[in-house]
C-alpha cells in the first residue's frame, strides 16, 4: 500500500486530502483517511495533487522531424521511446492515438496493456480513412507506400466503404479516424481531394453499426458543420493552419452542440505553423472560436497532435493547455477537460480522469498550484503510473 498525506487537490477549493493506493487503484480519499503502518507514505505537504494528464491526440509513431522516416515503424522509431519516456516525463498517463502504422501500435498497445512495456495507457483508432490524392497521404505523406500499406484505407468506389469499416473494426480498434479535409499542407493554397459529405456520412455509420464512436479530421468551420451533420462523435481541430474558412457563427456554434461532439481544437498544433511562410494567421481566429465553443458549454478535449513536427510528445500538452487558457478558459475548468472530459473521449471514464476511489493511481504531484496558473501544471514533482512511481523529482 501507498499513501500520498495531506496533499492540497489541485481544483481551487483548497481542499486537503490523504491517498491511499493499492493494487494500482485508489482505495481512500479523504483527510481522514488512515494510513496503515505498513504502508509507504509520500509527504503531500505543500504539494498539489491530481489525475495524471491524458492528451487527446497523438500520433505515436509519427514523425517528430522531417528527418525521421514518416509513419516508421516501431523498430524504426526506437519502440516508441521519445514518445513513451517524453508523455511521462511531463505527467500524461494516457494517450489516445489517432493515426499510426496498425500493425504496430496494435501490437505496442497489447504489450502495454500486458505490462510489458514502459508507457502511458494507450488506445487507437487503427488505419484511417481518406480520399484518395488527400490529406495526408498524398500531402505530408508524400504518397508513402509504407503508410497505404497499413495505415491509410481510400475510401473509393472499389470496395463498398462499410465493408472496409467492419474489416478495421475486426482488427480490435478502440475507435474509427476519418480525415475530411481541404487543405493541401504541401502545395497552399492549392486544395486536395476531399471525401463527399455522403461518404463522409457512410464512414460514421458503419463505425457506429460497428460499436465504435467515429473522429472527423476537419480544417475549418464548414467541415465542421458536415462533420456535426454526419453524426460525428469527436471532432479533431477547428481551423486548420493557414486555413481562410475561420469564422462560426452562433447558428453554427448551436449546430455543433446540438450534435453533441466532443472537439478538440489541437492549438498548438496550429501555433507552431502559424504566420509561417505559406500559412498566413488564424491564431486570434482560432482563439475566438475556442472561446465561444467554451462559453455555449461544448465538451472540449485536450489534445496536441504530439507527433507532427514541432509537436513534442509530453511538454506539448502543457502548451495546449496555456493555449487554452490564453483563449479565456479558466485554469480550474482546463484541469477537467484534461482529467474527465479526455477520460470519456478515450472511453476510459469509468477507470480514469478523476481522483474517486476505485479509480486507476495514475496520479501527479505538483509543486505549485496550477489553478493559481496553469503554467504551474509543468512544475512537475511524482507521476504515479498504475499506483507505480514513473517519475519522482521530490528529491
Ligand atoms: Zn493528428
Given amino acids: 500500500?501507498?499513501?500520498?498525506?495531506?496533499?492540497?487537490?489541485?481544483?481551487?477549493?483548497?481542499?486537503?486530502?490523504?491517498?491511499?493506493?493499492?493494487?494500482?487503484?485508489?482505495?481512500?480519499?479523504?483527510?481522514?483517511?488512515?494510513?496503515?503502518?505498513?504502508?509507504?507514505?509520500?509527504?503531500?505537504?505543500?504539494?498539489?495533487?491530481?489525475?495524471?494528464?491524458?492528451?487527446?491526440?497523438?500520433?505515436?509513431?509519427?514523425?517528430?522531424?522531417?528527418?525521421h522516416p514518416p509513419a516508421g515503424s516501431r523498430h524504426e522509431t526506437y519502440g516508441y521511446i521519445e514518445a513513451r519516456e517524453g508523455f511521462l516525463n511531463?505527467?500524461?498517463?494516457?494517450v489516445r492515438s489517432c493515426g499510426d502504422r496498425s500493425e504496430d501500435m496494435?501490437?505496442?498497445?497489447?504489450?502495454?496493456?500486458?505490462?510489458?512495456?514502459?508507457?502511458p495507457r494507450l488506445v487507437c483508432c487503427g488505419p484511417f480513412?481518406?480520399?484518395?490524392?488527400?490529406?495526408?497521404?498524398?500531402?505530408?505523406?508524400?504518397?508513402?507506400?509504407?503508410?497505404?500499406?497499413?495505415a491509410a484505407i481510400f475510401v473509393d468506389q472499389r470496395v463498398p466503404v462499410e465493408r472496409r469499416v467492419a474489416a478495421v473494426a475486426g482488427m480490435g480498434v478502440d475507435f474509427i479516424k476519418v480525415f475530411y479535409a481541404h487543405l493541401n499542407k504541401m502545395d497552399y493554397p492549392n486544395p486536395v481531394s476531399r471525401l463527399t459529405k455522403e461518404q463522409l456520412k457512410?464512414?460514421?455509420?458503419?463505425?457506429?453499426?460497428s460499436g465504435l464512436k467515429c473522429a472527423v479530421h476537419v480544417d475549418g468551420p464548414a467541415e465542421m458543420m458536415d462533420a456535426a451533420e454526419a453524426g460525428a462523435d469527436f471532432i479533431e481541430h477547428m481551423i486548420g493552419a493557414g486555413g481562410t474558412d475561420t469564422e462560426f457563427t452562433d447558428e453554427m456554434v448551436q449546430k455543433v452542440k446540438d450534435s453533441g461532439a466532443v472537439v478538440d481544437p489541437t492549438m498548438i498544433s496550429i501555433l507552431r505553423f502559424d504566420n509561417t511562410p505559406g500559412f498566413p494567421s488564424v491564431w486570434e481566429a482560432l482563439k475566438k472560436a475556442v472561446k465561444q465553443f467554451y462559453d455555449a458549454g461544448i465538451p472540449l478535449a485536450v489534445g496536441c497532435d504530439s507527433g507532427i513536427p514541432f509537436?513534442?510528445?509530453?511538454?506539448?500538452?502543457?502548451?495546449?493547455?496555456?493555449?487554452?487558457?490564453?483563449?479565456?478558459?479558466?485554469a480550474a475548468d482546463i484541469l477537467k477537460m484534461v482529467s474527465r472530459t479526455n477520460a470519456r473521449v478515450l472511453g476510459l471514464?469509468?477507470?480514469?480522469?478523476?481522483?474517486?476511489?476505485?479509480?486507476?493511481?495514475?496520479?501527479?504531484?505538483?509543486?505549485?498550484?496550477?489553478?493559481?496558473?496553469?503554467?504551474?501544471?509543468?512544475?512537475?514533482?511524482?507521476?504515479?503510473?498504475?499506483?507505480?512511481?514513473?517519475?519522482?523529482?521530490?528529491g
Wanted: proline share 3%; charged share 25%.
Fill in 90 to 94: 511531463w505527467g500524461v498517463t494516457a
Fill in 311 to 330: 509537436v513534442p510528445f509530453g511538454e506539448s500538452l502543457h502548451d495546449e493547455m496555456a493555449c487554452l487558457n490564453e483563449a479565456g478558459i479558466p
Fill in 129 to 150: 480513412f481518406q480520399a484518395e490524392n488527400g490529406h495526408p497521404w498524398a500531402t505530408v505523406y508524400m504518397k508513402s507506400e509504407l503508410l497505404l500499406k497499413d
Fill in 349 to 394: 471514464e469509468d477507470q480514469l480522469g478523476s481522483l474517486e476511489v476505485g479509480k486507476k493511481a495514475d496520479i501527479v504531484l505538483l509543486g505549485s498550484d496550477p489553478v493559481k496558473d496553469i503554467h504551474n501544471t509543468r512544475d512537475i514533482r511524482l507521476v504515479l503510473l498504475d499506483g507505480h512511481v514513473a517519475v519522482d523529482r521530490m
Fill in 202 to 209: 457512410r464512414v460514421v455509420d458503419s463505425a457506429h453499426r
Fill in 1 to 67: 500500500m501507498l499513501a500520498i498525506r495531506n496533499v492540497t487537490v489541485a481544483d481551487g477549493t483548497g481542499t486537503v486530502t490523504t491517498l491511499l493506493i493499492e493494487n494500482g487503484t485508489i482505495v481512500a480519499n479523504g483527510k481522514d483517511a488512515a494510513i496503515p503502518a505498513e504502508a509507504g507514505v509520500i509527504a503531500g505537504e505543500g504539494l498539489y495533487v491530481l489525475p495524471g494528464f491524458i492528451d487527446a491526440h497523438t500520433h505515436m509513431g509519427g514523425s517528430s522531424a522531417f528527418d
Fill in 106 to 119: 496494435l501490437a505496442f498497445r497489447a504489450d502495454v496493456r500486458a505490462g510489458k512495456e514502459r508507457s
